[in-house]
């Protein structure tokens, strides 16, 4: 009984551990639970921008350069218009008005610099683009605003989740590990990869101050 309970400890010990690894790499990716206000509906009209390409959605994967673990997941979505689902993302930018871990107004210039802010000396980004119908993409865009907001470190889980509700993509499993979910999406026909690297400095803040003043100039 004594050993018994020893081997539980050791790995109720062993699972915690790796939970903590988790959030500390959610932490320093930029999967962090700020809460940023909510903009108005007059402010999200406003910047709403629609992208003239195929119905899309791109999962967008922070991986650290040294281990290969994920620390954040986001996930663009092209239809009626284009918004990028953030979740406890740390993004920030004075052109891009936000409400509950949505992104909106992502033009060409915007998702740039979503991928630049968060490839840093320590981690890079990679993006998987897959074309989908109408009604897919339409059906992603409906459970990404009325989502609601993410707690810290739950980004992959809460996409995983998500994109498990858009027929055609029931067999992705709920995880909360970032490349655990693009390794699922990497397996279905269609999807394009790339990867984006930058040197910068290991600052999110100063990243994300760099891009704002950019998108402002």
């Known amino acids: 009984m004594i050993l018994g309970n020893t081997s539980r400890a050791r790995t109720s010990g062993r699972r915690g ?14 999967c962090s639970e700020n809460k940023k206000p909510n903009a108005d509906a007059q402010t999200l009209a406003a910047a709403s921008y629609s992208h003239n390409g195929p119905p899309t ?4 994967t922070v991986i650290n350069n040294r281990t290969g673990n994920g620390g954040h997941t986001g996930l663009m979505v092209n239809a009626s218009e284009r918004v990028i689902f953030d979740p406890a993302g740390s993004f920030y930018a004075d052109v891009v ?3 509950d871990d949505v992104l909106y107004g992502i033009t060409p210039g915007v998702a740039k610099a979503y991928s630049s802010a968060h490839a840093r ?6 993006t998987q683009r ?3 119908t109408p009604a897919q993409a339409q059906r992603a865009y409906e459970l990404v ?3 609601g907001r993410v707690p810290g470190a739950y980004c992959a889980r809460s996409t995983s989740a ?6 055609g993509f029931e067999t992705i499993e709920h995880t909360f590990y970032p490349v655990k979910l693009a390794e699922q999406l990497a397996q279905f026909p269609g999807v394009v ?5 930058e040197d910068d400095e290991d600052d999110l803040q100063k990243a994300l101050a760099e891009g704002n003043e950019a998108l402002n100039g």
Do not use: D, F, K
């Open 145 to 147: 605003v009325s989502n």
């Open 97 to 99: 008005p936000e409400r």
């Open 193 to 197: 990869t790339e990867t984006y690297y």
């Open 130 to 132: 897959i074309e989908v």
């Open 57 to 60: 959605l791109t999962l967008i």
């Open 17 to 30: 551990a790796a939970a903590a690894l988790v959030v500390a790499a959610a932490l320093l990716a930029g």
């Open 162 to 167: 998500l994109l498990a509700q858009i027929p």
């Open 121 to 126: 000396s320590a981690w890079h980004v990679m």
